[in-house]
């Protein structure tokens, strides 16, 4: 059997098992509630399993006892009776199985039966796509990791807790809270106001930063992702759409070194800079930083080399510079559509994930020269409504086109939490030192 063509091959079941489920749920109706934890009709391989199945769901949705006569009307009204093996058969099955003790044992063996009998079903379904030149490999792969990814959730059981068995390890959360001085449960974002705030980026949060251009989203994105990788040395991954991986680097160089990075693009440099260089490209070079630069970077393509960051190299958190660069699969369809299509798929990843996922966003013209509101997200309702948290920068102009600054040139600036799901909202204030293009806490405890 083992050598046999695939083609020939019997597929995986257990008709004793699913007998026996049944016979415990005819024979105990209360076993119902943990036959339904682990299995649906389709998960049994015979047909008539299914049909007698679906009927017990029926009775039990309408709160009707489950037993053989009921269960038999119950096909019969459905002109299923014969389908289902007649009643005799379905009489039988109450003697298959001596008591319902074991029902939960019966039905995950039915439901192993039912993820392999998938997984081959969807194998066949990857091949085919694989063959097919008319579909885009990225596409192809998706699918794939997707199909898998649902047949591992079936094997979820959900189920409950008691307060008696929640509680203590609620108090041992409590505890390891007052113990540490750290004001994050998440991951450090490196501005003290900002941590304390939100307790840092918490895992599953779809986490949007959104500036009108040239105000400083990628600077502080990048502040953040040095102070994450590089002060806490947190595996961070960086999506650029918008920067090479050269610029970026010059970036990060500037602003750890603390050089102009217009010397550093010049060229023109002291010994005692470049010996700055040499010092912050150690740091740097140590830093758990995952940069991948890619101009018209599709979701799929995103999502792919996110869930092979996290796979190689167990990256904590991802920025994604920014929203509106992201290319829909579907590009026929309108814009706001391919722009809420993206959004719920980085919020979809975020929980598969189980990571935060920061996205810089634009925001609309119209608030040049005042403070922006969630409304301002541009081109989606929908990002707005996705995001856990959602943050603005704002400048203050000191007269014509100049910014506000303080005495040693770097430029005042809100940080503006407008919505967190889970948390208080507020304004806070930080500093963006252009010469080096990073952004700076300006609380006093900032670490």
Request: hydrophobic share 40%; proline share 4%.
């Amino acid at each position: 059997m083992a050598n046999a063509p695939l083609k020939d091959r019997i597929p995986p079941h257990n008709l004793d098992a699913e007998k026996a489920t049944l016979g415990a749920i005819l024979i105990n109706p209360d076993a119902m509630d943990t036959v339904l934890l682990y299995l649906r009709p389709d998960d049994f391989y015979k047909n008539s399993h299914k049909i007698i199945f679906k009927a017990i769901i029926a009775l039990s949705e309408n709160n009707e006892n489950i037993d053989i006569l009921t269960v038999v009307q119950q096909l019969r009204n459905d002109g299923k009776l014969e389908e289902a093996g007649g009643a005799p058969y379905i009489s039988s099955l109450s003697s298959e199985v001596p008591s319902s003790a074991n029902v939960e044992y019966y039905s995950k063996i039915v439901q192993g039966n039912s993820i392999r009998r998938g997984l081959i079903k969807i194998s066949g379904e990857i091949i085919s796509g694989a063959f097919d030149d008319t579909t885009g490999t990225a596409y192809v792969l998706e699918e794939a990791e997707k199909k898998i990814f649902e047949i591992t959730e079936k094997q979820s059981t959900g189920g409950y807790k008691s307060i008696k068995e929640l509680l203590p390890d609620a108090i041992n959360a409590i505890q390891k809270l007052m113990e540490s001085d750290d004001v994050c449960t998440g991951i450090p974002s490196g501005f003290h106001d900002l941590d304390k705030l939100t307790n840092g980026f918490q895992r599953s949060e779809f986490i949007v930063l959104g500036a009108r251009p040239s105000i400083g989203k990628t600077a502080l994105a990048l502040s953040m992702a040095n102070n994450i990788a590089i002060r806490h040395k947190i595996p961070t991954g960086f999506f650029s759409l918008e920067m090479s991986e050269q610029a970026i680097m010059q970036r990060l160089i500037s602003s750890e070194a603390r050089i102009r990075s217009d010397a550093i693009r010049s060229g023109f440099l002291s010994e005692l800079q470049i010996s700055q260089i040499h010092q912050a490209a150690g740091e740097v070079y140590e830093a758990p930083l995952y940069i991948s630069s890619t101009s018209d970077l599709k979701i799929l393509d995103l999502r792919a080399q996110a869930r092979k960051m996290i796979r190689q190299n167990g990256v904590k958190i991802i920025f994604v510079d920014y929203l509106t660069l992201v290319q829909a699969e579907n590009r026929t369809i309108p814009r706001h559509e391919q722009i809420a299509e993206i959004s719920r798929s980085l919020k979809a990843l975020a929980r598969e994930l189980d990571i935060p996922v920061v996205v810089l966003s634009q925001v609309k013209r119209e608030t040049e020269g005042k403070k922006p509101t969630l409304a301002d997200l541009r081109e989606s309702g929908s990002i707005e409504q996705d995001a856990d948290l959602v943050m603005f920068l704002h400048r203050e102009r000191s007269g014509g086109d100049e910014y506000k600054t303080d005495g040693t040139g770097a430029i005042e600036t809100e940080l503006i939490v407008a919505k967190q799901r889970n948390g208080p909202i507020g304004d806070l204030k930080i500093v963006f030192i252009p010469k080096y293009t990073r952004f700076e806490s300006k609380s006093e405890d900032d670490v």
